[in-house]
């Protein structure tokens, strides 16, 4: 199985700074990382695919970079509605897998 | 516009069965690969499983974590996922969410969830 690992656990973040989450696979899952946002009380969103392929209806703040076993989920200019926890996923291997989750609280 | 509808959680004791589902509208789940995925209180995503497309054959990967205990099926006339769960436990108590992989639309990321339903498991 491959485990993803993802820091920091926790973030607290002023508004319009940037923040950086990272993913790291036990193996080399190429570019199949996958990233949501899950809201309290919500069920996750995607945000971002394939490691940086972007969604409609995302805004363009958030995005993506990495190969291999190293991931990175970027939110430029944070909003406090970006509070939430969020999770990469992988697709490479069954089964597939979730990072541990990433919270990011607005100070 | 794409929708996933859970149902069927509730209150069952340890060692019990259940049986949730997952209505679809806006897309037909024979034309998807569904999977099940569920988040324990305060913790992360576990995949359960997943049943491919009509076109994939439909056949079935499973979590071996999970010992066989849950399975994935479909019913195209009714356009649901369904979840038989067995032999349940205190560990399985967590929300349930089906998941959606509609290939075209974001290949083997999750495009649409539902909003879960809760399974507590309890005596």
């Known amino acids: 199985e491959i485990v993803l690992t993802q820091s920091p656990d926790f973030q607290s973040v002023t508004p319009k700074e940037k923040v950086t989450i990272t993913c790291r696979a036990s193996?080399?899952?190429?570019?199949?990382i996958h990233w949501y946002q899950q809201k309290p009380n919500q069920s996750p969103k995607l945000l971002i695919k394939y490691t940086s392929e972007s969604l409609s209806g995302v805004p363009s703040r958030f995005s993506g970079s990495g190969f291999g076993t190293d991931f990175t989920l970027s939110i430029n200019s944070l909003e406090a509605e970006d509070a939430a926890t969020y999770y990469c996923h992988q697709s490479s291997h069954l089964p597939v897998t979730f990072g541990g989750g990433t919270k990011v609280e607005i100070k | 516009e794409v929708q996933l509808v859970e149902s069927g959680g509730g209150l069952v004791k340890p060692g019990g069965s259940l049986r949730l589902s997952c209505a679809a509208s806006g897309f037909s789940v024979s034309n998807a690969w569904m999977s099940w995925v569920r988040q324990a209180p305060g913790k992360g995503l576990e995949w359960i499983g997943r049943?491919?497309?009509?076109?994939?054959?439909?056949?079935?990967d499973n979590n071996a974590a999970l010992k066989g205990r849950f399975i994935v099926s479909r019913d195209d006339s009714k356009n649901t996922v369904n979840l038989q769960m067995n032999s349940l436990d205190a560990e399985d108590t967590a929300v349930y969410f089906c998941?959606?992989?509609?290939?075209?639309?974001?290949?083997?990321?999750?495009?649409?969830w539902g909003l879960g339903t809760q399974v507590t498991v309890s005596s």
């Open positions: 049943i491919r497309g009509v076109s994939e054959g439909g056949s079935t």
């Open positions: 193996q080399s899952i190429g570019n199949s």
């Open positions: 998941a959606s992989n509609r290939l075209a639309v974001a290949g083997w990321a999750f495009d649409s």
